[in-house]
């Protein structure tokens, strides 16, 4: 398995402004994933982030809207920019263990975001 | 595209009543499928998972069997408690080529036990 601790665990921001969540494995990983869960939603998938390369964003998402920073192997950041009440989700950050077409993937244990 | 579609919920039971969430799914290759559990106020939990056809994943008395003839893979427990109330995603993940592939979620079923 794997320890994911990220933080804040919960937040609550005014419109417009920009929040930075961190994610920290126990050990080093090659992808990190960050995910978003609407309220009584399902899981989305924002982006993947490798490190030393730029993070790959899945359609409707776009990096000027959710920078994401990995600087090493265990640590990466992912920024909601310019929020409005639709940001207001949990955003989970996610590593995957294992071989290639077998490998598991372990969620952190997000962070509740409420844009007022 | 590769998809996961499970039951609609919410699902009531009685504690110690048997437990069915179905789970079908869409995949071009050969998928390995997942079941994860959000208790109230938790983050996301694997409960258990198949990597290849026929094979059963087993967790804290819940089981799912990896059906390829049916393309599913149906939750189930035989006594649910009180416990085990929680939103239960089934997910797929798919490797092509040199890609670890992503991981598709279900929309979720939440199951509410009664005493």
């Known amino acids: 398995s794997a320890v994911i601790s990220q933080k804040p665990s919960r937040d609550i921001c005014q419109r417009g402004t920009s929040l930075t969540i961190q994610c920290q494995v126990d050990s080093q990983v090659t992808m990190m994933f960050w995910y978003r869960q609407q309220p009584g939603q399902s899981l989305t998938l924002i982006a993947t982030?490798?490190?030393?390369?730029?993070?790959?964003?899945e359609s409707g998402f776009v990096i000027d809207k959710f920078p994401i920073s990995r600087p090493n192997l265990t640590f990466s950041t992912l920024t909601v920019s310019n929020m409005s009440p639709e940001d207001s989700s949990i955003y989970l950050c996610?590593?995957?263990?294992?071989?290639?077409?077998?490998?598991?993937?372990?969620f952190g244990p997000g962070t509740r975001l409420t844009v007022l | 595209g590769d998809s996961v579609t499970q039951m609609e919920g919410p699902v009531t039971l009685s504690e110690e009543a048997f437990l069915t969430i179905n789970c079908t799914y869409t995949?071009?290759?050969?998928?390995?499928l997942f079941w994860y559990v959000q208790y109230p106020g938790e983050g996301l939990q694997l409960l258990l998972k198949?990597?290849?056809?026929?094979d059963k994943g087993s967790n804290k008395g819940f089981e799912a069997t990896y059906r390829k003839e049916t393309t599913s893979f149906h939750l189930e427990k035989g006594s649910v408690q009180v416990s085990d109330s929680a939103v239960y995603f089934c997910?797929?993940?798919?490797?092509?080529?040199?890609?670890?592939?992503?991981?598709?979620f279900g929309k979720g079923t939440k199951l509410s036990v009664k005493p």
């Open positions: 997910a797929l993940k798919v490797a092509y080529g040199g890609s670890q592939g992503n991981l598709i």
């Open positions: 996610s590593v995957a263990r294992g071989g290639l077409g077998t490998d598991t993937q372990y």
């Open positions: 995949a071009t290759g050969y998928p390995s």
């Open positions: 198949a990597t290849k056809a026929d």
């Open positions: 982030a490798n490190q030393g390369s730029e993070a790959t964003y």
